[in-house]
């Protein structure tokens, strides 16, 4: 059986490498393209490319879907999706997490890869169910990590329970470049004993292990597995794409991906990595084997967090102390996955116990929510005394947490009514208030200074 490819260099490998600053009209021109080579899919949206478009691009990422969508005809679109968080950095209430995957669906999306920070498949139960409901197809993922509650056993169960609750298949999101080959061709193996969809496998090559996890694991018989053209892949991005379908050409695993096709979309995307080295928006330095990352599970773009925060602090010098004080709080925290946006959260209360020199002196907001429960359930039980030291009295959130969340898209609706110019608007004034807000307020300027050019911006939506 042939092994099918999801390309990332529309979202992940640029988010990874570049902080997500590659626009829509970098990507039109070489979109035709790509829908010719053979791809499985191509994921292009979610993750951070939404907040990206609205905060640094002066983008409307629903008009970027279409765009997308309008180009590639004969490919399936995918994106990745937080679960109760959507894209953003908060639970939010059900009725939004509907609206979105309801939105995504008919702008374009053919699959939902839906995870929850935390492997809290509570967290998940609505967005799997609204995305069956709209026709998508529901890719469960879970977010792979390695602790003393974290093993084949865990991860399988999990994946069961996935597949049990409607997934249509099951992504294995390694999104520090954590597993190492032979632990994937086990994980891969389990899997496929214990469940009876297709299993896809994200990872990045972050460690430098990529390219040989991605093998050993199509070995054991996984079915699809993300890369990145190689312009734009290793580092902190995904494993390149092309010595890949070289390396299974004539085998039982050959992809069936037209080579010259590919060869075409690395022409395209060549000059464009250069001139993003030159603009210093790609830093050489996210390119390099980073085997530190296994010790202390940071991914590319938390590191790179962390970098900055240390740096503003005036105290870069104590880097490594933070890193090595990020094992610890995620042990304190009962083991999270560390991505967005766990990552986040461990790393800065980390940043906090080095540069105060005493741990836990002060306390982030976003902490204490973790411990009380806001985000879900961790992986391992938190120490009663751990707990009480960090929420004192609070009440501990045992339930889901969006189960305390009331319906809000009237009342977003309500707010920012005067900015509507579409449906989408307010989801994307949901997600990121202020800074859609500014967003909105730009686009009508610009309408009103360049009404003759602009009237028909508002483009039609593409049921699919």
Request: hydrophobic content about 45%; glycine content about 4%.
């Given at each position: 059986m042939g092994i099918k490819i999801t390309e990332t260099v529309l979202r992940d490998s640029h988010q990874s490498l570049l902080a997500t600053r590659m626009t829509t009209e970098q990507m039109v021109p070489i979109l035709k393209k790509m829908d010719e080579v053979g791809y499985h899919s191509l994921e292009c949206w979610g993750g951070?490319?939404?907040?990206?478009?609205?905060?640094?691009l002066n983008e409307d990422p629903w008009k970027r879907l279409r765009i997308i969508r309008d180009h590639v005809k004969n490919t399936k679109l995918q994106m990745l999706f937080r679960g109760q968080n959507i894209l953003g950095y908060r639970h939010y209430a059900d009725d939004v997490v509907e609206y979105f995957v309801q939105k995504s669906i008919a702008n374009g999306i053919n699959i939902m890869r839906i995870f929850d920070a935390l492997n809290d498949k509570r967290n998940l139960r609505v967005s799997i169910d609204a995305t069956k409901k709209e026709g998508g197809h529901v890719q469960a993922a879970f977010s792979y990590t390695t602790s003393p509650v974290h093993n084949n056993a865990y991860f399988a169960q999990y994946a069961k329970?996935?597949?049990?609750?409607?997934?249509d298949s099951i992504c294995i999101k390694d999104m520090a470049g954590l597993l190492k080959p032979y632990d994937a061709f086990e994980l891969v193996k389990t899997l496929k004993e214990t469940i009876s969809i297709p299993v896809q496998l994200h990872t990045h090559y972050t460690s430098g292990l990529a390219s040989m996890t991605v093998l050993k694991a199509i070995e054991a018989g996984v079915d699809i597995v993300d890369t990145a053209i190689s312009p734009f892949a290793m580092g902190t991005s995904q494993p390149p794409t092309e010595p890949l379908v070289a390396t299974l050409s004539g085998t039982p695993y050959d992809t069936g991906l037209h080579v010259s096709k590919l060869d075409e979309v690395c022409k395209y995307f060549s000059p464009l990595r250069d001139q993003y080295i030159e603009s210093g928006l790609l830093d050489t330095k996210v390119l390099k084997v980073d085997v530190n990352a296994l010790m202390y599970q940071v991914p590319g773009g938390m590191l790179s967090n962390l970098v900055s925060q240390m740096k503003q602090a005036g105290q870069s010098d104590k880097l490594a102390k933070v890193l090595e004080e990020v094992p610890r709080v995620r042990e304190d925290a009962g083991y999270p996955p560390l991505v967005t946006p766990t990552s986040?959260?461990?790393?800065?209360?980390?940043?906090?116990?080095v540069i105060m020199g005493e741990r836990y002196r002060t306390i982030t907001k976003e902490f204490k929510g973790l411990i009380r429960g806001e985000y879900g359930k961790t992986p391992a039980q938190i120490s009663p005394a751990f707990r009480k030291q960090i929420i004192g009295d609070d009440e501990s959130i045992s339930g889901r947490p969006a189960d305390a969340l009331k319906p809000e898209?009237?009342?977003?609706r309500s707010e920012m009514k005067e900015y509507i110019e579409q449906d989408e608007d307010v989801l994307s004034y949901a997600l990121f208030e202020q800074v859609a807000t500014r967003?909105?307020?730009?686009?009508?300027?610009?309408?009103?200074?360049?009404?003759g050019e602009n009237s028909s911006i508002q483009d039609k939506i593409h049921v699919v």
């Open positions: 951070a490319t939404f907040d990206a478009c609205l905060r640094f329970e996935l597949q049990e609750m409607g997934a986040q959260i461990v790393g800065t209360q980390a940043v906090f116990n898209l009237e009342k977003l967003f909105f307020i730009k686009r009508r300027n610009e309408r009103y200074n360049f009404d």
